[in-house]
């Protein structure tokens, strides 16, 4: 109102000024009538006069400017009010746009939790359902579990015989039985060091388990092989604290009917062939006379090592021993069937059957046996189209004292 009121003096001034700066302005006079005697002039009444006039026409502007102010203050007035209308209208929209927000954001908040709750209740739902049915699958999977192990454990108990083995410290009944127990030892093929190494462990673990109780070698057929392992085949036998038996079933030849024949305790079916023969050797390749006369001088002694127990326990001399050989074929093969071989002394006993107490599991359910001893020993076919095999290497100073006529067994 102070601003107002100051604005209205200003225009006010303002016109004055204007008011008295502009030209007096002669009041129109009359033509004096004809008849009319000119009235005589006051100065004072003129100016009287002039200055109501120009009073006047000052009210009248002041006046006007006045109105036209309280227009203008009018005017602004109602702007300030048709803003301060806008203003209050923007802020309820900005309110109410704020308020629809807040309402979405709250709507959506409440909408999220709903589903959260939801989704938590469906996780539970489907969990318990999982549990429900890992249950279920557990129970199938425990009676499928049972099922199996109860068909194996049937299949395992049919595969095996009631029946344990047996431990004798004397095996042979008088009926002509062996009873072999699982204290029991293959020897099959050509012996090698791979062969010597297989038994050799045997007779050690057969002594820490038991000294008393007797180990069983058994061949089924061997040949005959190294020196150098079947020595120490024998060596081992020797050394054992319990008794080593040899039980020949079919055939043993060279180095494997001298482990027969020097055995303490041997059997063999009647019918079962031992074979004895000189250590022959097979030449390859150029050596002179020197070298051949070596290779006999060395086999010359492995032969009186190896033959002269085998005649002694015969009650003969070495060369009794060969000339005997020789008597009974040109090619020094000196074959007999058990019995005779008993009254030889290369047997101790000839028996009329074997319990093999040791087979308490049926052989049909056995793994896949293990590769045998003589592993490194395949049969090829040479050039004729023949087959043969090639013996491992020999070690140094070692030989052959094999059973071999019709050359199978070669050397590399």
């Not at 001399?317 to 019995?339: C, L, N, Q, V």
């Not at 020999?394 to 094999?402: A, G, W």
Request: charged share 25%; glycine share 4%; net charge neutral.
């Amino acid at each position: 109102m102070k601003a107002t009121t100051r604005s209205a003096l200003v225009l006010l001034g303002m016109a004055t000024t204007l008011v008295a700066q502009e030209p007096a302005v002669s009041p129109p006079v009359a033509a004096p009538a004809a008849a009319e005697k000119p009235a005589e002039k006051n100065p004072a009444k003129d100016e009287t006069e002039k200055l109501t006039v120009e009073n006047g026409l000052a009210e009248a502007r002041l006046k006007a400017d006045t109105n036209a102010l309280r227009a203008e203050v009018t005017k602004l007035k109602m702007e300030k009010e048709l803003l301060a209308e806008r203003l209050a209208l923007s802020a309820v929209k900005r309110q109410v746009a704020q308020e629809d927000e807040v309402a979405k954001m709250e709507a959506e908040r409440a909408k999220m939790m709903r589903d959260a709750e939801l989704a938590k209740v469906r996780a539970d739902y489907l969990t318990n359902q999982l549990k429900v049915v890992q249950s279920e699958a557990g129970i199938e999977v425990s009676k499928l579990q049972n099922q199996i192990a109860s068909i194996e454990m049937d299949a395992k108990r049919r595969s095996y015989a009631d029946a344990k083995p047996v431990y004798l410290e004397n095996p042979l009944k008088p009926d002509g039985t062996l009873v072999i127990s699982d204290r029991r030892i293959a020897l099959n093929g050509p012996i090698s060091m791979n062969t010597a190494e297989h038994i050799t462990e045997r007779i050690d673990f057969y002594n820490n388990a038991d000294k008393k109780l007797p180990i069983f070698i058994v061949i089924d057929q061997s040949p005959g092989g190294s020196v150098m392992a079947g020595y120490q085949i024998l060596k081992a036998m020797e050394s054992s604290d319990a008794p080593v038996h040899v039980v020949v079933k079919s055939f043993a030849a060279s180095m494997a009917a001298g482990i027969c024949t020097l055995a303490k305790e041997s059997y063999a079916y009647p019918n079962a062939v031992i074979l004895h023969h000189q250590i022959s050797s097979t030449l390859f390749g150029q050596i002179n006379l020197t070298q051949q006369a070596e290779i006999v001088k060395e086999s010359q002694r492995w032969w009186t090592r190896l033959a002269t127990p085998v005649a002694n326990k015969m009650g003969i001399t070495t060369d009794e021993f060969i000339k005997r050989m020789y008597a009974h074929s040109t090619s020094g093969d000196w074959t007999e069937f058990g019995e005779e071989a008993q009254k030889l002394k290369w047997v101790n006993h000839v028996i009329q059957g074997v319990e093999e107490t040791s087979l308490t599991k049926n052989p049909d359910a056995k793994p896949a046996p293990a590769a045998p001893v003589t592993a490194e020993i395949k049969e090829e076919l040479d050039t004729e189209g023949k087959p043969f095999a090639y013996l491992p290497r020999l070690t140094p100073k070692d030989v052959y004292f094999l059973y071999n006529p019709d050359g199978y067994y070669r050397m590399r």
